[in-house]
């Protein structure tokens, strides 16, 4: 197996601190400059949309898959000095497979259109910005006739834009193009193993799945009021703070807590038909982003199984970050203290004692980060088909479900999710640079705020 340079437990945002990179994620695109084709005819060519710490990352692990030729030829970015500090560290790390001259670095809200076109057919576009971009950039990668597209997860966080990727997909499917999803865990192969053991019955009956993942507050999740001085422009503002405000990420809840919600859904091989959700904001101080700082879900799948969800971002309270699963005949531990390793076992009872392991994966494991993408590319290589899209759009609903359940403070069902009207940022593909943000504060430089049973029906 192939394994990235860096050390097993680089991660992408790892990975970017480490180049000097911010690890915030914008929204793309650029200046009109005409097409250049940089690379060799055999050479499997690249471009990142969004060059935060994601997209850096996402770069890198393509960069490192053996085998024939891989090479970066067009970025894309909102900001300048985000898209120049990634191409910096990118280059140093892989001097010789980045061709990327300033006629193919593209800055502004069309940038992603001049990344996609100076690709080739079978290129691949990697789509790294804030999640409520996914479908103007899949839509126009599909226009286009490009065959593949990596897009970071989540890939929806509303009912209206997954309603939308399912549509936009059912074209891509028709017309070939092979679509990978950031949910890098479904490749683990420790999760893998440990899916195929719990499916084929060595946990028995499925009793219970509990999630956690508590945490101090961390990348853009609490933001203060807006510096005129320091952020002059409100829009290029809020995607730097982008997991502060619920139109660009869905949130803390959606842009962090799909791995280990899509892991509870794995292990049941099904996916929930309700959510209970609550939450609430603590000693907020100055912050004044959109996100609750606690959230406690009560998922339903449909034979009644319960999915137990928590999370936080709180500083000094305790941290936890994990799944498990408890059967008839054991617990099962799916994740252990984060994406990677994994660290996945099976014990003989309810807890968890060195003496009672069955099984355990053996260590080290195989960097998931890399193994995305070293299947991405077999398959281009092989040119089979390829598709994440539908799974992952129902693994952005339901983590939006329990998001939804607890800003509201009603009991939400998957359809209820899958058909709500409100949308966050419908004219999003008209963003500009000097037009209005899709929220903006009052007076005090505060913004809105999901206020449960009071709002019961807001656009949370």
Known sequence: MNHSPFSQDTTRRRFIRATGTAAAVSALAGVKIPFVHAAEDNTQQLAVIGCGGRG???????LTVTGPPIKLVAMADVSESKLKSSLNGISTKYPTQVDVPEDRQFIGFDAYKHAIDA???NGIAIFSTPPAFRWVFFQYAIEKGLKNVFM???ICTDGPTARRMLALNEEAKAAGMRVAVGLMVRHCKARKELASRIHQGELGDILLVRAYRQQGPVASFRTKKRDPEKDPNEVLFQLKNFHSFLWASGGAFSDYNIHNIDEACWVKNDWPIEARGSGGRHYRDEWVDQNFDTYTVEYTFPDGTKLMWQSGNMQGTQTQFMTHAHGTKGLAIFSTAGHFP??????????????DVLWSFPQPEPNPYQLEWDDFLEAI????????????????LVTAMGRLSSHTGQTITYDDA??????FAPEVDKLSMDGPAPVMPDPEGKYPVPQPGFKKNAEY
């Open 152 to 154: 970071e997860k989540p």
């Open 342 to 355: 994994a660290k996945s076992r099976i014990f003989k009872d309810q807890a968890i004692k060195s003496e």
């Open 56 to 62: 850096t990352g996402a770069v890198a692990n393509a």
């Open 418 to 423: 899958l058909n709500w009207k409100s949308e």
């Open 381 to 396: 290589r092989a040119d089979e088909p390829y598709n994440e899209v539908e799974r992952s759009v129902k693994a952005s």
């Open 119 to 121: 690709l080739p057919k």
